[in-house]
């Protein structure tokens, strides 16, 4: 028999609020001890609500008035913040929104690690947590019949209309917004997902923050671009800071962004950056990553947990297009990077070669396999930095740092929950958590990152 539930949906009651999900949700729990999520609401919040879905166990609420304020509590000056899919706290103050992560962290390390003792640093973050985005990428489809451009809803594939994205650089968000108007103006098909259909996909720029460059990717359905030639003269007429636009054709019925085929409309096919003192080359599709400024400060606190004196040798895991590998390559003897991604680890070539960096060695293949690989070779790192994807590092992988017995690990996180289940299986193999240090790579979403320094007990 089925036990009836304290709440139904439709329902309208009084709730208060004591905790925040990832997700920036509002928890409550009712008078029957029922947990409801409610998007919007803040710990230390009171609402009257109205339950929208009910499970066995926990149920969904949507906030009718909101009675009691949090001085959390700051009022998101986007305008579609409470349609779009991008940012989930915004009407969390600046100040507030770095001790929620550090919280994030702290929770994660308590209840999935079992870490209750350790300190988590205070969370570094920007002094001006808006226009970071060195990337915007902007779906375009049919819809209602007409042209529809800006960003998904929450879970669902309907586009909320954008006029400006206030977490993303001005030059580039105003160039995505001069190529739609053209394309608009011209009667550029926009995409039509469910006949896979009709021309432009998606917007794409991205910007070098440290030199100024801009990149604009069109991403169509069709080889042809119609009025290519004019849109080509309005952007370069407009902007001399666009070095480079590029077509990219996806023919498919996908939810990927982009196609197999890349050409170049026009100036090169890469735009250049640097992070610290090392330069990139970045292509459409290469990886880099989205907030320059708060990458310094993170990869600033790897280098400092690595403890470099020139003397190390140093292996890189899960390294992408070797940005960490390269930071570290001036203050290490000899760094090893791998990276699953074949075209990743090219473009670590390319960029180990454009800095004349002859000291970093870069290998295509999974981590858990390549590694062990090394270590049967003899090489001996005195130092391992991971960085892993959310899920975390392989138990493999975790295993072989263990028989290879590097004096430090430092751990980048992008995720607080596979961190701890990882540095639970570090611990009690010979290391100890000496740093913990959150890092706001994403000002206005829920998403943390984490460096950790672990350093070996010596017995
Ligand atoms: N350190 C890089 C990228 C980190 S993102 C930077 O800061 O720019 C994580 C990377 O791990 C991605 O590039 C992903 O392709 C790669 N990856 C995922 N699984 C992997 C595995 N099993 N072995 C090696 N690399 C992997």
């Not at 403890?307 to 290490?332: H, M, P």
């Amino acid at each position: 028999m089925s036990k009836t539930l304290p709440v139904s949906k439709n329902d309208q009651i009084e709730v208060s609020f004591s905790d925040l999900t990832q997700d920036g949700s509002g928890v409550a729990k009712t008078t029957g001890g029922y947990t409801l999520f409610v998007p919007g609401a803040l710990p230390g919040e009171k609402a009257r609500v109205q339950v929208v879905k009910t499970k066995k166990n926990y149920g969904f609420a949507r906030i009718c008035e909101l009675t009691e304020r949090s001085r959390m509590r700051t009022d998101p000056p986007c305008p579609i913040f409470d349609q779009c899919g991008g940012c989930a706290i915004q009407h969390v103050a600046a100040g507030a929104q770095l001790d929620f992560k550090r919280g994030l962290v702290r929770d994660a390390l308590a209840h999935i690690g079992g870490f209750k003792e350790i300190n988590v640093e205070k969370t570094l973050g920007m002094a001006n947590p808006w226009y970071y985005r060195n990337k915007i990428q902007v779906p375009v489809a049919i819809q209602h019949g007409s042209f529809a451009f800006g960003f998904y809803r929450k879970r669902s594939h309907d586009i909320v209309p954008m006029d400006h994205c206030l977490i993303t650089d001005p030059l580039i968000d105003e160039i995505v917004q001069t190529a739609r108007t053209f394309m608009e103006t011209a009667g550029v098909e926009p995409y039509n997902e469910s006949k896979n259909h009709g021309v432009l996909r998606h917007v794409m720029a991205r910007t070098g923050r440290n030199t100024g460059e801009v990149m604009v990717v069109l991403v169509t359905r069709t080889k042809d671009l119609p009025h290519r030639k004019k849109l080509i003269k309005t952007l370069i007429g407009k902007y001399p800071q666009i070095k480079s636009i590029m077509q990219n054709i996806n023919l498919k019925r996908t939810n990927a962004i982009f196609g197999e085929t890349t050409k170049t409309l026009w100036g090169r096919d890469v735009i250049y950056d640097q992070i610290g003192t090392v330069r990139f080359a970045i292509s459409a599709r290469s990886f880099f990553q989205v907030n320059p400024q708060q990458t310094e400060v993170l990869y600033g606190k790897a280098l400092e947990f690595a403890g470099l004196t020139g003397e190390e040798t140093v292996i890189d895991a899960y390294c992408g297009i070797g940005t960490i590998s390269l930071f570290l390559a001036g203050q290490a003897k000899q760094v090893y990077g791998v990276e699953i991604v074949p075209e990743a680890i090219e473009d670590a070539r390319k960029n180990a070669e454009l800095n004349q960096i002859a000291n970093a060695r870069f290998e295509t293949g999974k981590a858990e396999e390549v590694i062990p690989k090394w270590r049967d070779q003899g090489i001996k790192p005195d130092v391992i930095v991971v960085d892993p994807p959310r899920k975390g590092c392989d138990a493999a992988l975790i295993q072989t740092m263990l028989d290879m017995k590097p004096d430090r690990i430092v751990y980048v996180s992008c995720n607080p929950a596979t961190l701890a289940r990882d540095l639970k299986m570090l611990v009690p193999g010979g290391y100890a958590v000496k740093k913990v240090q959150p890092v706001d790579m994403f000002p206005q979403t829920t998403h943390v990152e984490t460096v950790a320094l672990l350093q070996r007990n010596f017995v």
